[in-house]
């Protein structure tokens, strides 16, 4: 009797000869092949005779060899194999691209099942790359030939669509027999199918309907036991013990009386829900969305102060020097008047601001004395980059852990960060900032596990930028402009992938890209160079000298990407863009703007296609950076949301990310069965599936 522990091998001689690389693919027994759900269906005619196909369509045919063979081509650097084929009305040609093992495996006389897609060639109508399914095999899977949607499975090398649709079908029978962990009153709320019926048309659909529903219903569970696992780690993380820091209101209202700006209204209230957090006595997790130059410091420096003020520390964290740096001067200003003492601590820069007085730090005694300092406690603000989570770096009572362009840093990164409180058994709260979130951190958001704070209002006087596609035609057209701008007294950047020239990447690179434009589009215009092999020292000089205007147009790496505030800059050259990502351009876009100029981005991509149209066209489109977000998400998807990947889809094949309506009702049932059954003692099913992903869960 056929169940669901029943070995894959038993499922005929094909999935017998076929077990050891089934297993490979975790395909171990029958509940295996069932939950290893098609990515995609593809649709097919079948019955229809060979000759009234056209071109354009896909087809599946069962069809006689007539002839088979294969030949090199291109002076043996690729072999084509093509078969003549025939149903009785008429013939075909069949083609494969570097498959010389075809012409061998199509014996004249014998019949074959063959599924593509119909092309015309100038040799006249032709199946291209068709899929080959043995007569056999069809009659011992039984009617798989009959279907016009056809699966398509996530596979591994030595295992074809064919086999895998094989095995399904033989285990498709067992399928009632799965547990379905939905009671059926929330089926009936949610309009789900069952798990059994739904596992039927996700692998062998009758129409496109069958195929919405599975998908549906089958997303619906993924993303209930996602929901399930973010709630219990947020009940977890509100009980968590972390420093209670009062509110000290007539500090804040002096500190903020006495900034150079006024605090917009989102400003404030994003300073307030941070301050509100971190009064309970349990740990904040706060991701605090802005964008380029919208006042996300200040609300972090409201907190910092407020923590100081309680006699504990914080800590700023940075993916670059050139941003902490920035933050270190920034943080100075704000805090001159307070009595407290604010230190950078990056592998360049070891300084301190103490009562307005800055103290470098070069010899190992005072770098050591530096250290002693915050170790001490007689520091309560810290600024730096992933220097800061060093060993050889102690705090003693940090309450605040400040992450900016949180993005830029990997999840166990972080974690060490927080994990660095000095306080026994107490975490500190955790800030994260950004003003694009990448999809994993929007994706925690939108799911629960992080609040969110938005600061939409852009700051006064900020100029929205002129965002352009430009294509390689066309790409003398956008260094006109950037000498057009140079002649009126402005500034430029031009980023590149790489600093050297790689034959491997051909990506463009700064060094090449600087002396191309010095000689050609740019010559007689003072250009700069800046990337991360140059010392510190030689990138203060050039950002000083870009500055002070004596460098008009900065050839660049990533590291400009935050970090660099300069209001004279009104072009952005974007050379391959499409090797970075949606955040990345969105940052570039943000360093120019800041002054009362029109500015422009340029995208220029050194290669185009279909996907990189729609990425580029993405970032033109989308102007702020939690839109930009979230078509990254639709278009990346969120990454491991529990684990600690950062794009992709690992864990979900089925849940639509982009269906809002799946996620609320999820979320909506999610928080009913927790309510109510909050260890899931009468949700067995779910309790096992959570159990094995506790395990590898890590909580940002």
Same mark, same amino acid.
């Given at each position: 009797?056929?169940?669901?522990?029943?070995?894959?091998?038993?499922?005929?001689?094909?999935?017998?000869?076929?077990?050891?690389?089934?297993?490979?693919?975790?395909?171990?027994?029958?509940?295996?092949?069932?939950?290893?759900?098609?990515?995609?269906?593809?649709?097919?005619?079948?019955?229809?005779? %060979?000759?009234?196909?056209?071109?354009?369509?896909?087809?599946?045919?069962?069809?006689?060899?007539?002839?088979?063979?294969?030949?090199?081509?291109?002076?043996?650097?690729?072999?084509?194999?093509?078969?003549?084929?025939?149903?009785?009305?008429?013939?075909?040609?069949?083609?494969?691209?570097?498959?010389?093992?075809?012409?061998?495996?199509?014996?004249?006389?014998?019949?074959?099942?063959?599924?593509?897609?119909?092309?015309?060639?100038?040799?006249?109508?032709?199946?291209?790359?068709?899929?080959?399914?043995?007569?056999?095999?069809?009659?011992?899977?039984?009617?798989?030939?009959?279907?016009?949607?056809?699966?398509?499975?996530?596979?591994?090398?030595?295992?074809?669509?064919?086999? %895998?649709?094989?095995?399904?079908?033989?285990?498709?029978?067992?399928?009632?027999?799965?547990?379905?962990?939905?009671?059926?009153?929330?089926?009936?709320?949610?309009?789900?199918?069952?798990?059994?019926?739904?596992?039927?048309?996700?692998?062998?659909?009758?129409?496109?309907?069958?195929?919405?529903?599975?998908?549906?219903?089958?997303?619906?569970?993924?993303?209930?036991?996602?929901?399930?696992s973010i709630g219990k780690m947020r009940r977890l993380r509100q009980a968590r013990p972390a420093p209670k820091i009062p509110f000290d209101e007539t500090a804040t209202k002096s500190f903020v009386k006495g900034l150079p700006f006024t605090l917009t209204d989102d400003q404030r209230k994003a300073a307030w829900a941070v301050l509100?957090?971190?009064?309970?006595?349990?740990?904040?997790?706060?991701?605090?969305?802005?964008?380029?130059?919208?006042?996300?410091?200040?609300?972090?420096?409201?907190?910092?102060?407020?923590?100081?003020?309680?006699?504990?520390?914080?800590?700023?964290?940075?993916?670059?020097?050139?941003?902490?740096?920035?933050?270190?001067?920034?943080?100075?200003?704000?805090?001159?008047r307070q009595p407290f003492t604010v230190a950078i601590w990056t592998q360049s820069y070891k300084r301190a601001v103490r009562g307005g007085r800055e103290i470098v730090c070069k010899t190992k005694k005072e770098v050591e004395l530096l250290g002693k300092e915050i170790a001490d406690g007689e520091i309560a603000v810290v600024v730096?980059?992933?220097?800061?989570?060093?060993?050889?770096?102690?705090?003693?009572? *940090?309450?605040?852990?400040?992450?900016?362009?949180?993005?830029?840093?990997?999840?166990? *990164?972080?974690?060490?960060?927080?994990?660095?409180?000095?306080?026994?058994?107490?975490?500190?709260?955790?800030?994260?900032?950004?003003?694009?979130?990448?999809?994993?951190?929007?994706?925690?958001?939108?799911?629960?596990?992080?609040d969110l704070s938005l600061i939409k209002e852009k700051p006064k006087g900020r100029i929205e930028v002129e965002t352009r596609l430009v294509l390689s035609k066309e790409r003398a057209k956008a260094y006109e402009k950037v000498r057009e701008e140079v002649a009126e007294g402005r500034q430029a950047f031009v980023v590149c992938p790489?600093?050297?020239? =790689?034959?491997?990447?051909?990506?463009?690179?700064?060094?090449?890209?600087?002396?191309?434009?010095?000689?050609?589009?740019?010559?007689?215009?003072?250009?700069?160079? *800046?990337?991360?092999?140059?010392?510190?020292?030689?990138?203060?000089?050039?950002?000083?000298?870009?500055?002070?205007?004596?460098?008009?147009?900065?050839? =660049?790496?990533?590291?400009?990407?935050?970090?660099?505030?300069?209001?004279?800059?009104?072009?952005?050259?974007?050379?391959?863009?499409?090797?970075?990502?949606?955040?990345?351009?969105?940052?570039?876009?943000?360093?120019?703007?800041?002054?009362?100029?029109?500015?422009?981005?340029?995208?220029?991509?050194?290669?185009?296609?279909?996907?990189?149209?729609?990425?580029?066209?993405?970032?033109?489109?989308?102007?702020?950076?939690?839109?930009?977000?979230?078509?990254?998400?639709?278009?990346?998807?969120?990454?491991?949301?529990?684990?600690?990947?950062?794009?992709?889809?690992?864990?979900?094949?089925?849940?639509?990310?982009?269906?809002?309506?799946?996620?609320?009702?999820?979320?909506?049932?999610?928080?009913?069965? *927790?309510?109510?059954?909050?260890?899931?003692?009468?949700?067995?099913?779910?309790?096992?599936?959570?159990?094995?992903?506790?395990?590898?869960?890590?909580?940002?």
């Amino acid at each position: 009797m056929l169940t669901l522990e029943t070995p894959v091998s038993a499922l005929g001689p094909v999935a017998k000869r076929r077990s050891a690389l089934l297993a490979e693919l975790g395909l171990a027994t029958v509940r295996d092949v069932l939950l290893h759900f098609p990515s995609r269906h593809e649709n097919f005619q079948t019955g229809t005779p %060979l000759a009234e196909i056209e071109p354009g369509t896909n087809v599946s045919v069962i069809a006689q060899v007539v002839s088979a063979r294969s030949r090199p081509r291109f002076g043996r650097r690729m072999s084509i194999s093509e078969a003549t084929l025939t149903d009785g009305t008429a013939e075909i040609r069949a083609i494969w691209f570097n498959q010389p093992y075809r012409a061998k495996s199509l014996q004249e006389g014998a019949s074959f099942r063959f599924s593509g897609k119909v092309t015309q060639s100038k040799f006249g109508v032709q199946l291209q790359n068709p899929q080959v399914e043995a007569v056999a095999d069809l009659k011992d899977g039984n009617a798989i030939a009959g279907e016009d949607l056809l699966p398509v499975y996530p596979t591994t090398n030595g295992i074809t669509q064919q086999t %895998l649709r094989l095995v399904a079908r033989l285990a498709l029978p067992a399928a009632s027999q799965l547990t379905d962990p939905l009671p059926e009153n929330m089926r009936v709320r949610y309009a789900l199918s069952s798990l059994a019926d739904a596992v039927r048309q996700a692998h062998f659909p009758a129409r496109a309907e069958d195929v919405a529903k599975a998908r549906r219903r089958i997303g619906f569970d993924e993303m209930l036991r996602m929901q399930l696992s973010i709630g219990k780690m947020r009940r977890l993380r509100q009980a968590r013990p972390a420093p209670k820091i009062p509110f000290d209101e007539t500090a804040t209202k002096s500190f903020v009386k006495g900034l150079p700006f006024t605090l917009t209204d989102d400003q404030r209230k994003a300073a307030w829900a941070v301050l509100s957090d971190m009064t309970t006595g349990f740990q904040m997790h706060r991701l605090l969305d802005g964008d380029v130059g919208s006042g996300k410091t200040v609300a972090a420096a409201i907190a910092m102060m407020n923590v100081a003020r309680a006699d504990y520390q914080s800590a700023l964290m940075a993916p670059t020097e050139i941003l902490a740096a920035q933050h270190f001067a920034t943080l100075s200003r704000f805090f001159k008047r307070q009595p407290f003492t604010v230190a950078i601590w990056t592998q360049s820069y070891k300084r301190a601001v103490r009562g307005g007085r800055e103290i470098v730090c070069k010899t190992k005694k005072e770098v050591e004395l530096l250290g002693k300092e915050i170790a001490d406690g007689e520091i309560a603000v810290v600024v730096g980059t992933h220097a800061l989570v060093e060993d050889a770096l102690k705090f003693n009572a *940090l309450a605040l852990a400040v992450v900016d362009e949180q993005h830029r840093f990997g999840v166990r *990164l972080r974690s060490l960060l927080v994990g660095k409180s000095g306080i026994p058994d107490v975490e500190p709260h955790l800030l994260s900032m950004t003003a694009t979130p990448i999809p994993r951190s929007l994706a925690l958001a939108m799911f629960g596990d992080l609040d969110l704070s938005l600061i939409k209002e852009k700051p006064k006087g900020r100029i929205e930028v002129e965002t352009r596609l430009v294509l390689s035609k066309e790409r003398a057209k956008a260094y006109e402009k950037v000498r057009e701008e140079v002649a009126e007294g402005r500034q430029a950047f031009v980023v590149c992938p790489l600093i050297d020239p =790689s034959d491997f990447m051909g990506a463009a690179s700064v060094t090449e890209e600087y002396e191309n434009l010095r000689k050609n589009e740019l010559r007689g215009i003072s250009l700069g160079m *800046l990337h991360g092999k140059l010392s510190a020292d030689e990138k203060e000089k050039v950002m000083a000298d870009f500055l002070a205007k004596k460098i008009m147009v900065l050839v =660049s790496t990533s590291v400009v990407e935050v970090g660099v505030d300069v209001p004279n800059a009104s072009v952005m050259c974007i050379e391959g863009a499409e090797r970075f990502g949606l955040s990345q351009l969105h940052q570039f876009r943000g360093r120019i703007g800041r002054g009362e100029h029109p500015s422009f981005c340029y995208l220029l991509p050194s290669m185009f296609s279909p996907n990189v149209k729609e990425r580029m066209m993405a970032v033109v489109r989308h102007k702020d950076g939690f839109s930009l977000a979230e078509k990254d998400l639709q278009m990346r998807g969120p990454g491991d949301i529990l684990g600690t990947a950062q794009s992709g889809f690992p864990e979900f094949l089925m849940a639509a990310f982009g269906d809002a309506r799946l996620i609320a009702d999820a979320k909506q049932a999610a928080e009913a069965i *927790l309510e109510e059954d909050p260890e899931l003692e009468r949700h067995e099913a779910l309790r096992k599936d959570l159990k094995a992903a506790a395990e590898r869960v890590h909580l940002e």
